[in-house]
């Protein structure tokens, strides 16, 4: 099964971090059952009081609306396993300027990096989740939005989402997901087939385009998979 074994890679990246281990986790339908797991099953072979937990896109809502990617995150996994210091949700509320946000968020990963400028051999994070959307967006990273070419930020603000849900996101930019040591993208349903298609076919879509420094590794579903691909 596909969350099972995402959550024993995350599992496995948390292990090769005898610090601070850093997590960036994400929204959307694809992580919530390995996140199920993690709560429960994989619960205890995780160092709780050592785990940092950051989210790469955030929906401008409060914390507490259900459609808070870390909120999600927060009720199914967090909540009374991390510390509440462990748990770095980006900052939103109702209303909140999106770049305002952002500021504020990368500020906040600069603090925990000790550092303004990321160093290539030093990775922001251990493990950074990804998804793929409809459109072939990741994070909140639109197929022709500007925010694709910042590469001076670690964060962005998001005006207009291209997708459902349509309210303003905040994001993190190519360069600061693509500081990790792996980037696990975890796809599953009949509905993804024609985006993975077209990202394996190599157009050009933020979710093909977003790499780790380190490894990016694809777990996509049987009945995700193309026909041109599951036929072989
Ligand atoms: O806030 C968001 O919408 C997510 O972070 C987004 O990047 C998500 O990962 C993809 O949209 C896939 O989501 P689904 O699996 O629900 O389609």
Request: aromatic content about 6%; proline content about 7%; some cysteine.
């Amino acid at each position: 099964m596909l969350a099972r074994l995402a959550a024993q890679r995350l599992i496995a990246r948390i292990a090769l971090h005898h610090e601070r281990p850093a997590i960036c986790l994400t929204g959307g339908s694809g992580p919530q059952r390995m996140f199920e797991l993690l709560a429960t099953e994989f619960e205890g072979r995780i160092p709780w009081a050592r785990v940092h937990w950051f989210i790469s896109d955030e929906r401008v809502v409060s914390l507490d609306d259900t459609l808070s990617n870390m909120g999600t995150a927060k009720r199914v996994l967090l909540d009374g396993r991390a510390p509440a210091d462990n748990i770095h949700p980006i900052p939103t509320s109702k209303g909140a300027a999106p770049d305002d946000v952002a500021r504020r968020y990368e500020r906040e990963l600069q603090s925990f990096y000790g550092a303004t400028t990321l160093d290539p051999t030093r990775p922001l994070f251990d493990l950074v989740l990804g998804g793929v959307g409809p459109d072939g967006h990741t994070a909140s990273l639109f197929p022709g939005w500007p925010q694709l070419a910042i590469r001076d930020r670690w964060t962005a603000g998001v005006d207009k989402a291209h997708v459902e849900p349509f309210v303003p996101r905040v994001t993190l930019t190519f360069p600061a997901l693509a500081s990790c040591n792996e980037m696990l993208f975890l796809v599953h349903g009949a509905g993804k087939r024609g985006i993975v298609e077209r990202v394996l076919n190599g157009e050009d879509l933020p979710a093909g385009k977003a790499r780790s420094n380190g490894e990016t590794v694809w777990l996509v579903s049987e009945d995700a998979l193309p026909e041109s691909i599951r036929d072989r």
